[in-house]
């Protein structure tokens, strides 16, 4: 496995989330992720609740492969970036162990910079260190 940084990794990351640009958005995606990596959200108590109402004891949403990921990331920058004026940034608390890193994220307010929310990172990297896994937990 190749030497990486886990907080230039984690920071790299979280601008994924916030690019504008959707050329620069793949690119940063091809850049990062495993050609079949796999993107699983633990959704928001809200979601979890609806879903146990309809019957379902377990939930959670995946997208694999860059098309998906990359509608994934732009979904998410269209509503939380363009739309609600957040933008996302990694704590400084990045660490690896092998081929995983973990850390925690901000969601902030761009008019503000008052942190709402944020989360927690699992990213499990392949022999290239790029992403193969992503274990989100928002609100973690």
């Given at each position: 496995m190749i030497e990486i940084d886990p907080q230039y990794l984690a920071d790299r990351y979280m601008t994924q989330w916030t690019l504008s640009d959707a050329a620069e958005r793949r690119a940063a995606i091809e850049r990062l992720w495993a050609e079949d990596g796999t993107h699983i959200l633990h959704p928001p108590a809200e979601i979890r609740e609806i879903a146990a109402?309809?019957?379902?004891?377990?939930?959670?949403?995946?997208?694999?492969?860059?098309?998906?990921?990359?509608?994934?990331?732009?979904?998410?920058?269209?509503?939380?970036?363009?739309?609600?004026?957040?933008?996302?940034?990694?704590?400084?608390d990045a660490v690896r162990l092998n081929g995983v890193v973990k850390f925690g994220w901000e969601t902030v307010s761009v008019e503000t910079d008052d942190v709402v929310g944020g989360g927690l990172d699992i990213l499990v990297l392949d022999d290239d260190g790029r992403i193969k896994a992503d274990y989100m937990f928002p609100g973690a």
């Open positions: 109402e309809l019957g379902f004891d377990h939930t959670t949403l995946e997208a694999q492969g860059y098309d998906a990921i990359e509608a994934r990331v732009a979904r998410s920058y269209e509503r939380f970036v363009e739309k609600e004026r957040f933008t996302f940034r990694a704590r400084a």
